[in-house]
């Protein structure tokens, strides 16, 4: 078991990997990311999924990406060095050493390219361990027209002010919402609620990360009739909600039974929750590679 960091084509150590300080994903967060997380050892779940939204981020701050090959070298290259059992993966890749300390992104020339790989531990299996509770937090998601939450940056502030902010209120997640007051998304995942025996989730409109997980089960439920609706969805709406989990990559579903100190349902991990976990890993498979 091993954390293992790729540099531009080279390995480094945990205690080795150095990058200047005035790269510009240090300086100013001018960097874009990515996290995946391996199956079965070396199978990566939706690799293409990953690659297309990272080319989308490239496009919105103007950065040229080398080609897809590459980018899927490095990344199963260097879980492969690890070693590990199962594998979390970063890749970053930042606009690259600024020969001034200015805005203008032409004072770097050559991208970083780094894939961070460290061991990882699954979620637990039964869905009843994997429960949290949250805080919606008074910090309000980027405005998407300011720093558009489509672009998974390196700054992640608002993130982290989010998160001070949900451990001041008692809670250990955050939920962020909108310039409108409506539910985005937390700070590393998104946000799905259950009433009536409909799943709700708020639509990429509402200034939320285009997640993988989330679109991931949207195609499932579609191709299983179940019932779903990306819509707005108020505060008090999901406080009300009868279940509420969390998607992301390295969370995969996750229960919420606490929100602002109140209990969401019967405050114990829901029906539906565990029988959309249950669709999600029989068909897990068809997005390894
Ligand atoms: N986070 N929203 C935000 C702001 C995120 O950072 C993430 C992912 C998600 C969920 O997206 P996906 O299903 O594609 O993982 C939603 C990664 C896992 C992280 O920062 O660790």
Do not use: W
Request: proline share 4%.
């Amino acid at each position: 078991m091993s954390t293992i960091i790729n540099i531009n084509g080279k390995y480094y150590t945990k205690s080795n990997a150095k990058i200047s300080v005035f790269d510009r994903g240090f300086l100013f967060g001018d960097s874009i990311f990515e996290v995946v997380r391996t199956y079965r050892r070396d199978k990566i779940l939706a690799l293409d999924m990953h690659l297309d939204r990272l080319y989308k981020s490239a496009e919105f701050i103007s950065l040229k990406l080398k080609r897809k090959g590459y980018i899927e070298k490095i990344i199963r290259d260097t879980i492969k060095k690890g070693n590990n059992k199962e594998s979390y993966v970063r890749l970053i890749i930042t606009r690259g050493v600024s020969r001034e300390i200015g805005m203008d992104p032409h004072y770097a020339v050559c991208p970083n390219y780094i894939v961070i790989v460290k061991n990882y531990r699954p979620p637990p299996a039964n869905p009843h361990k994997r429960s949290v509770s949250a805080a919606i937090v008074s910090v309000k998601r980027n405005h998407k027209e300011a720093l558009n939450p489509l672009i998974k940056s390196g700054n992640y502030l608002n993130n982290v002010l989010a998160h001070i902010d949900a451990m001041k209120r008692g809670g250990t997640e955050a939920i962020m919402v909108n310039s409108e007051g409506y539910i985005a998304e937390g700070t590393t995942f998104n946000v799905f609620m259950v009433k009536n025996g409909v799943y709700y989730t708020p639509p990429v409109d509402a200034g939320i990360l285009d997640g993988i997980t989330r679109k991931i089960l949207l195609k499932l439920m579609k191709e299983s009739n179940i019932k779903f609706l990306e819509k707005m969805i108020t505060p008090s709406e999901l406080l009300n909600a009868d279940e509420v989990f969390f998607t992301s990559t390295l969370r995969e579903i996750q229960p919420v039974v606490k929100i602002n100190d109140r209990k969401i349902g019967n405050g114990v991990v829901g029906a539906y929750t565990v029988r959309l976990l249950e669709i999600f890993n029989k068909n897990l498979h068809r997005f390894l590679s």
